[in-house]
T-cell receptor, first 114, second 115 residues
Framework: KAGVTQTPRYLIKTRGQQVTLSCSPI?????VSWYQQTPGQGLQFLFE???????NKGNFPGRFSGRQFSNSRSEMNVSTLELGDSALYLC?????????????FGPGTRLTVL | AQSVTQLDSQVPVFEEAPVELRCNYS??????LFWYVQYPNQGLQLLLK??????LVKGINGFEAEFNKSQTSFHLRKPSVHISDTAEYFC?????????????FGGGTRLMVKP
């Protein structure tokens, strides 16, 4: 069974632009979560989607948004990019999205903002 | 709210030596505990998790961890490390009985295995 895939793997943008990242979960998984990883702040939770509904949201500004489609694939969007948005963005999927469930992570999208 | 502290940012160790990576957590509610490993340019891979039952949990690649409720700790151990264990290790917690599976991570510990 294929793992979590994220596209693109690398991305370079300039300040003020917007960006869309894509995540395809493991087949059959219904929960998708997004995390931001930076050297300074570490791993921080962005949001979680389950059956096309946002279930939890981390402490990030409204420039960060996401959505989930009926096939469980998810996208996250960052508008008006800032230098501080440079990070590795990780997507994780789980089968049921319950608190005992294991999350499987993708390889991430490395975003560089110039 | 929960928080996770990994006491060592870097741990250098010689090959075939034992290692312990320390993790302490703080939470006002009951949590589940996880250890993940991240190899360079890769995502996170689950090593092991504690949900309930025996406080000694065995994971993949010869790692194990012990949950200590009184000390709110979940330290990761391996009796003999290999060069291939060089990676960054993350301890994480998740609130029990929560609608959702959000993880709160520690800052990570870089394990450097030297020949």
């Amino acid at each position: 069974k294929a793992g979590v895939t994220q596209t693109p793997r690398y991305l370079i943008k300039t300040r003020g632009q917007q960006v869309t990242l894509s995540c395809s979960p493991i087949s059959g998984h219904r929960s998708v979560s997004w995390y931001q990883q930076t050297p300074g702040q570490g791993l921080q939770f962005l949001f979680e989607y389950f059956s096309e509904t946002q279930r939890n949201k981390g402490n990030f500004p409204g420039r960060f948004s996401g959505r989930q489609f009926s096939n469980s694939r998810s996208e996250m969007n960052v508008s008006t990019l800032e230098l501080g948005d440079s990070a590795l963005y990780l997507c994780a999927s789980s089968l049921t999205g319950t608190s005992t469930d294991t999350q499987y992570f993708g390889p991430g999208t490395r975003l560089t903002v110039l | 709210a929960q928080s996770v502290t990994q006491l060592d940012s870097q741990v250098p160790v010689f090959e075939e030596a034992p290692v312990e990576l320390r993790c302490n957590y703080s939470s006002s509610v009951s949590v589940y505990l996880f250890w993940y490993v991240q190899y360079p340019n890769q995502g996170l891979q689950l090593l092991l998790k504690y949900l309930s039952g025996s406080t000694l949990v065995k994971g993949i690649n010869g790692f194990e961890a012990e949950f200590n409720k009184s000390q709110t700790s979940f330290h990761l151990r391996k009796p003999s490390v290999h060069i291939s264990d060089t990676a960054e290790y993350f301890c994480a917690v998740r609130q029990q009985n929560n609608a959702g599976n959000m993880l709160t991570f520690g800052g990570g510990t870089r394990l450097m295995v030297k020949p």
